[in-house]
């Protein structure tokens, strides 16, 4: 067999072959073997139709398995699994993995650009996908999840609105927070990340790309559904809030997006390299999948019941405040830090919190958040990076070109533009804090005569602003780890192969007003470390159990404050106020 496809291969020219004749290549390959393909589709709408009967009839709530255990075990399917697989799936086993069927799988993955012909490995660009785009989605959705679903405040009036309508909107906003499992999605891509030029085997890193598909294949069906529950619950959010409407019509609009790019683009290039490592042309909606994937009828959604209690969701708790006490422990002998990391808290630490504010706060909107605020500060050097560095990411002064590895094209200057779209979501993030922020001092500012109802509502308006800081330090920090990684990519081939930056030792210069900033009048490979020395040091500050950015204490302490820049802890000037025409709401 090995021999014939070998022939086959020859036969077609595909090492030869363009990218953009790909597409028409997979067409002629798809109509010569329209019956193969036609029998797979033929059982999928089968089994479509018998399922949407199947859901009509059923309870219209459901209980999620987003948490479950199941970890990708290629022995799983055993002979006696297999033995009933017409019945499973409509089609043999040996009939998905004959010839015709593998040869497909190959062209469709090798067409949409997830694997090469030959090897059963992920492209590069297929995991930039993954790093990038899915990454942010689900990231995004769990936000949004938190949002609703861990407001003290609010959560379970937006429960009781939304059971009104369907108890399975909470359950599925629920299950859709739990998505993104940062450990889960740092294992999928830690080979991509450390060689991001080389594919990655399917098999080396199954269990995270199988756990992955998994939960999203619980959500698939109800995408729609689940789109529908979190528009509402923010328009639930906005009537009880009160608050201006353009902030939930950006929220709408980005969750609408970041569901279709995780069910209608991301999904099914996952399929694919599934079924491209299980080498059989496995529908996607069928039993035999169900099995490979272990699914579990007690664990798909409606399940869930009008009123239920929302920790009873998603397989387990509710997203809850957590409330992290700073310890001052007894220190271990420090690590030499390296010259970069130290290069990187110069920079940082250039420029005093005074001057950063009259910098990126010019009308002093902002003065009511103290200095100490990690959220206010992550802000700042974010803004900063922005301002000063970013510009690495974004000018077509530095050449930078596209490299050929293992016959896949790699855009690096596409890469670092895609990494420079996800700053917008920083900001958006601490519109939102500030928003938090501006109700929190108006109600600390205004006691009233009720001690004990002040006392209860600051401390509800306290937990929302700290969640909302933790949300926006995580969307700054995956942002400048990202960043970092290009950089790092760019410096490497500097001192390697010099392929990439065609011009590294040339001086960048700015006209006019950018003439101002630090990076002018520089050598390109200076910029470059500037730029990577910068964000290695700010997401060592922002680095979990590490970093004196990073925490659910919402202030630094006087004591962090002295240790880090030798001041004492500033309250933010009581008379100034947080505007809604703020800078922050017309960026």
């Keep these: 067999m090995g021999t014939n496809l070998d022939k086959t291969k020859k036969a077609i020219g595909v090492g030869g072959i363009d990218n953009k004749d790909r597409l028409d290549m997979f067409k002629k390959f798809q109509s010569a073997g329209g019956k193969v393909i036609k029998e797979v589709e033929d059982q999928q709408e089968g089994y479509s139709k018998s399922s949407k009967g199947k859901s009509s009839g059923s309870k219209d709530s459901g209980k999620s398995s987003s948490g479950g255990s199941y970890k990708y075990d290629n022995s799983k399917y055993s002979d006696t699994a297999k033995g009933d697989t017409r019945a499973v799936s409509g089609l043999s086993d040996s009939e998905m993995g004959n010839f015709m069927n593998r040869l497909f799988i190959k062209f469709k993955c090798w067409a949409s650009h997830i694997t090469p012909f030959s090897q059963s490995s992920l492209n590069p660009q297929f995991l930039s996908e993954i790093n990038v785009e899915l990454r942010g989605a689900l990231m995004s959705l769990k936000i949004a999840g938190n949002e609703i679903l861990g407001n003290p405040d609010f959560s379970a009036k937006i429960a009781k609105q939304l059971d009104k309508f369907s108890p399975q909107y909470i359950e599925l906003i629920g299950r859709g927070s739990k998505l993104f499992d940062a450990s889960e999605m740092n294992e999928l891509v830690e080979d991509y990340n450390l060689r991001p030029d080389a594919p990655v085997p399917i ?43 353009l902030i939930y019509n950006t929220k709408k609009k980005k969750v609408a997006t970041d569901i279709t790019i995780a069910f209608e683009k991301m999904f099914e290039k996952l399929y694919l390299a ?36 929302l920790n009873a969701l998603s397989g387990g708790e509710a997203p809850k405040e957590e409330v992290q006490e700073e310890v001052v422990q007894e220190k271990a002998p420090e690590q030499p830090q390296s010259p970069e990391l130290v290069m990187g808290m110069k920079l940082m630490m250039d420029s005093p919190i005074e001057g950063l504010r009259k910098k990126h706060d010019p009308k002093n909107e902002l003065a009511e958040i103290p200095d100490a605020d990690k959220c206010f500060l992550s802000y700042l050097y974010f803004k900063e990076f922005d301002y000063e560095y970013s510009v690495v990411m974004t000018t077509k002064r530095i050449g930078i070109q596209s490299t050929i590895v293992n016959g896949v094209k790699v855009d690096h200057k596409s890469k670092l533009l895609s990494v420079y779209e996800l700053s917008r979501s920083c900001m958006d993030q601490f519109k939102i804090y500030v928003e938090q922020a501006k109700e929190y001092f108006k109600a600390k500012n205004n006691p009233g005569s009720n001690y004990i109802e002040h006392s209860k509502k600051l401390t509800g308006l306290e937990q929302k602003r700290g969640q909302q800081s933790r949300n926006t330090r995580a969307v700054i920090r995956d942002y400048i780890e990202r960043a970092n990684e290009q950089f ?100």
Excluded: H, W
Excluded at 530 to 545: G, K, Q
């Design 203 to 245: 098999r080396k890193i199954g269990r995270p790309l199988y756990s992955l598909f998994r939960k999203m294949y619980y959500m698939y069906p109800y995408q729609a559904t689940y789109k529908k529950a979190l528009l509402l619950a923010f328009d639930c959010l906005q009537r009880l809030e009160n608050k201006p409407a």
């Design 274 to 309: 599934i079924i491209r490592n299980e080498q059989k042309n496995i529908p996607m909606i069928s039993l035999y999948m169900e099995n490979l994937l272990n699914i579990q009828d007690d664990e798909r959604p409606n399940k869930r019941s009008a009123g239920e209690e």
């Design 488 to 587: 790092q990519i760019l410096l490497d081939d500097m001192k390697g192969e010099r392929m990439i930056v065609t011009n590294p030792d040339e001086i960048l210069s700015f006209d006019s007003v950018e003439s101002r900033k630090k990076l002018n009048k520089k050598q390109i490979n200076q910029c470059i470390l500037d730029a990577y020395c910068y964000t290695l040091a700010f997401s060592n500050r922002l680095l979990e159990d590490k970093g004196d950015l990073y925490g659910g204490v919402i202030e630094l302490t006087p004591e962090q404050m002295s240790m880090v820049y030798g001041k004492a802890v500033s309250e933010g000037t009581a008379s100034a106020k947080l505007d809604d025409e703020s800078p922050l709401s017309k960026a």
